[in-house]
C-alpha cells in the first residue's frame, strides 16, 4: 500500500479546515431549535411566561406536533397546559406543561416517582406510567416567579431513553 505524503502546511490547512467544519457543525446543532419559531410563538401566546420548552432532545427526534391541554385561560392546579410531541421513526416523545398543586400537602412533585435524581440544581423524578405500554414517565418541578409552580413530564412512549438522557433534557428547561 503506498503511503501518503503531505507538506508540514497542506496537513496543517487539512486539518483546521476540518475541525473548523466540525465546530460549525456543533455549533449549529447547539443553536437550532427543537421546537420551530413559529410553534414557539403560539405557545408563548398561550402560556406566556410559562411557555418552557427542552433545549436538548437526544439525537434524531424531531418536533411533530403541539397542542393546547387546558380547558381555561390559565389552568388550576394540577391540569395539563400544553404538550409538545418528538418523534424519531415512530419513537415517541410527549413533553408536557402543568400548573402543579403548590400545597405541598395536597400532591408534592415527587408523589407517586419510584425513584429520583439530581440534575444541576433540579431534581428529577421517574415512574411507569403503564406497565403494559411499557411508557415512562420522568419529570420536574419549578417554582416561577409569578408563585405558580409548574411541573415539566418528559413521557417517553417506549421506552427508548436512559434515565440519565430523560434527565439531560428535563435539565434543559427553559423558555
Known sequence: MPK????????????????????????????????????????????????????????????????KDAFRVVPFPDEDWFEVTFKRGSTRLTWKVKVANSDPGANPCGALSIGHAKAGRQTVYWAS???????????????????????????????SLTLATARRVLASTTR
Open 4 to 67: 501518503l505524503k503531505c507538506g508540514r502546511r497542506l496537513c496543517a490547512r487539512v486539518l483546521l479546515a476540518a475541525v473548523a467544519a466540525s465546530c460549525a457543525a456543533t455549533a449549529n446543532a447547539a443553536s437550532s431549535p427543537q421546537v420551530p419559531s413559529s410553534v414557539k410563538r403560539s405557545i408563548e401566546r398561550l402560556a406566556g411566561d410559562d411557555a418552557f420548552l427542552p433545549a436538548f432532545l437526544p439525537a434524531g427526534y424531531r418536533y411533530a406536533s403541539w397542542k
Open 129 to 159: 406510567v403503564d406497565k403494559a405500554s411499557r411508557t415512562q414517565d420522568s419529570w420536574t418541578c419549578l417554582r416561577v416567579p409569578d408563585g405558580k409552580y409548574l411541573r415539566f413530564d418528559l413521557i417517553d412512549h417506549g421506552p
